[in-house]
């Protein structure tokens, strides 16, 4: 089974500032990842798909890089919309199993 | 626009099988693939299992032994079912979308809050 880990586990930011996420794979998983972002009470919604491509509807400040074992999720410029926990999930298992990372909680400094 | 509304008890007792139903709409259930996922209070998520064309289903392997997806093409709905029930097992449930081709989740329903509790 293929284990996500996710680093930071917290990350205090200041609106306007960059920001830059981490996620790992404990195999590789070519570009077979995806981001969401997950606010209180709501359930999650895509932002990257395939590691790299933005979902429909999602504003330019989000980007995503990184392939095999190694992927980052950076927001240009974090609105205080932007405030949230994200995870990370890989789909390379696919049909048999998806698996998600712990997540980054992203909270205002 | 897909929707996704999930319904079922809130509160279930331990030992006892819980049973929740995710009505669709926007989309038909035997064109796409369907899949359930957890979140405990505070944690993060975990899949449980999905269900596509004509009612083939895979389970997480941590949960196979308890879980049942099935579906109603009749009423456009989808049915999890999740036996021997623990404390453990209370979390938000979610019904959800795959995207065609690409395997990563595109539609949410807001999720149903269970507690197992006696």
Known sequence: ?109 | QVQLQESGPGLVKPSETLSLTCIVSGASISSHYWTWIRQPPGEGLEYIGYIYYNGRTNYNPSLRSRVTISEDTSKNQISLKLSSLTAADTAVYYCAKIRDGYNYVDYWGQGARVTVSS
Do not use: H
Not at chain 1, 20 to 30: H, K, N, V
Not at chain 1, 31 to 37: E, V
Not at chain 1, 47 to 59: H, V
């Open chain 1, 1 to 109: 089974e293929i284990v996500m880990t996710q680093s930071p586990v917290t990350l205090s930011v200041s609106p306007g500032e960059r920001v830059t996420l981490s996620c790992r794979a404990s195999q590789s998983i070519r570009n077979k990842l995806a981001w969401y972002q997950q606010k209180p009470d709501q359930p999650p919604r895509v932002l990257i798909y395939d590691a790299s491509t933005r979902a429909p509807g999602i504003p330019a400040r989000f980007s995503g890089s990184g392939s095999g074992t190694e992927f980052t999720l950076t927001i240009s410029s974090l609105q205080s919309e932007d405030f949230a926990v994200y995870y990370c999930q890989q789909y390379n298992d696919w049909p048999l199993l998806f698996t998600f990372g712990p997540g980054t909680k992203v909270d205002i400094k």
